[in-house]
């Protein structure tokens, strides 16, 4: 019997959001085709399977996999920062800003209130605040401080179980307190990437946020070629950040099914549980593969390159931004489905048949001493640090994204609401989008993007919409 699985994004009739599996099977002359309909992918994962215990040393469960041949350089944090960056409120880490406690408030050294920072997506930032943000990376970068904390991710960063989105979301608190330090205006944090935009696009990859404008494009090698992170010298010496879209076909964005799914679900286990337990773990909980750690993950495997391992991601600053994804919804989770006092007490149970002990809840985080892995689920960090700004949506009354790089979809037939979807680069593909303003630059023409096509007629109606973004009111 011959069995292959392919994928079916445009066929027969379905549009680009319906997510068909189709299975064909050859039993003696004939062929049988199985289709599967569903919303949470577009290629299909299947269920993981827990880690045999005889390979624990060899996995991500034992070992923090670095190359043999990598150059350790110590990823200290000076006295300074030993002293503010596990800070979980505003007084405590005034005197990193230099600033004064004043009546319980933290002033800067221009006057001005320190405020929680406030994280956006990147294409919901105005053009000149983005340059702002960029312009700070490039000055940490430049300072070598981007590579010293990145090399804290590199050498000490934690997956496959319940640390993982506490560990990240304490790397990220600490990597927005030095970029917000490099910006005129420290109100803004870390912005982040909310690849659901790019879910819908025939080609992900050739969404406006891979364009010069947000992250760069690559060369024909993979190297980033252009952009703010253009000449990225990586943490291993190569002269440019590398991406290999199409490398791992197990690689896409998430998408607004699988963030709903997570961000309503009643099961810490989908949030927090181990995505690696050994076979000798008892189980309550399938290793679904909508699970966020796996969702994460594929949006690693689709930009692939540096991003596709742990010790080489943080090179990329795609990777950052794509946690800020990662923790946003973590904390749309807890705002659903957890109290005040839940979310900082409940967490998966230490069991060592399950899972390595750097991932129990009193296990300090490594290299981000003196904090615990449950000292990161405390309300401080949205109560004080940041807080984000509310996701981009339109409806049909108002079919208004507040971004020229954005536009609002509205599927035929009401398959789904309308939703935000980015706008694509040059030369990017857009069939099945023709009739939409999906192109950034020109139009969509044979189902490409063609910067010198003149605006067709039915453009005028979005013009009063797509100009405009909604200034940074705090
Ligand atoms: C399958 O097709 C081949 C070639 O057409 C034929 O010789 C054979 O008898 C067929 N087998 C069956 C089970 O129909
Ligand atoms: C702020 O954090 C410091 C250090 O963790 C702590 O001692 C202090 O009580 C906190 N202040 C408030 C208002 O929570
Ligand atoms: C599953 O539940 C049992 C019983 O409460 C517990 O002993 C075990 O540690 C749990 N496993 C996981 C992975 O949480
Ligand atoms: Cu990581």
Request: aromatic share 14%; proline share 6%.
């Amino acid at each position: 019997m011959h069995r292959f699985v392919f994928l079916c994004l445009i066929c027969l009739g379905t549009t680009v959001d319906a997510y068909v599996t189709v299975t064909k099977y050859t039993i003696g002359n004939k062929t049988y085709y199985e289709k599967f309909e569903q919303p949470w992918f577009r290629h299909m994962h299947y269920d993981h399977d827990p880690v045999e215990a005889s390979e624990k040393e060899e996995s991500a469960f034992g070992k923090h996999y670095v190359p043999e041949d990598d150059v350790f350089i110590a990823p200290d944090w000076t006295a300074h920062e030993m002293k503010y960056m596990s800070c979980l409120n505003r007084t405590c880490v005034c005197g990193y800003f230099k600033g004064n406690v004043k009546n319980g408030e933290c002033y800067l050294p221009s006057g001005q209130l320190l405020k929680r920072a406030v994280r956006r997506e990147l294409r919901s930032l105005r053009d000149e605040d983005r340059r702002m943000i960029e312009d700070a990376w490039n000055a940490m970068k430049k300072s070598g401080l981007y590579n010293k904390i990145g090399r804290v991710h590199k050498y000490s960063g934690v997956h496959s179980g319940p640390a993982f989105t506490l560990w990240h979301r304490e790397f990220l608190k600490r990597l927005e307190l030095a970029l917000r330090d490099h910006m005129r205006n420290p109100d803004f944090g870390l912005p982040f990437w909310d690849s659901t935009l790019d879910s819908l696009l025939p080609e992900p990859k050739d969404s406006i946020i891979f364009s010069e404008l947000f992250l760069g494009e690559v060369d024909d090698k993979g190297m980033v070629k252009n952009g703010p992170y253009h000449n990225w010298e990586t943490m291993e010496g190569r002269a440019q950040i590398f991406r290999n879209f199409g490398e791992d076909e197990s690689g896409e964005m998430l998408n607004d099914a699988r963030v709903d799914w997570l961000i309503n679900n009643p099961d810490i286990n989908m949030i927090l549980g181990a995505t690696m337990p050994l076979t000798t773990c008892p189980m309550n909980h399938t290793l679904d593969a909508r699970m966020l750690e796996f969702s994460h993950d594929y949006v690693h495997f689709f930009v692939n390159g540096d991003m596709s391992k742990s010790y080489s991601s943080s090179n990329d600053v795609c990777f950052v931004y794509h946690h800020g994804m990662i923790d946003w919804i973590f904390e749309n989770w807890r705002q659903n489905m957890q109290s005040r006092e839940e979310r900082e007490k409940d967490y998966p149970k230490s069991d060592e048949r399950c899972f390595p002990f750097w991932h129990n809840g009193d296990n300090s985080m490594p290299l981000l001493q003196p904090l615990k892995n449950k000292d990161a689920l405390s309300n401080g960090y949205t109560d004080f640090m940041y807080e984000y700004y509310p996701r981009s949506t339109c409806s049909k009354e108002k079919p208004d994204c507040h971004s020229p790089y954005l536009f609002c979809y509205i599927p035929p037939n009401d398959e789904h609401p309308p939703s935000c979807v980015s706008k694509v680069r040059r030369n990017g593909v857009c069939k099945g989008f023709e009739d939409w303003p999906i192109c950034y630059w020109g139009q969509c023409v044979n189902g490409k993007c063609d910067e010198n096509a003149k605006p067709k007629k039915n453009a005028a109606q979005f013009e009063k919409f797509e100009k405009r973004i909604v200034p940074f009111i705090m």
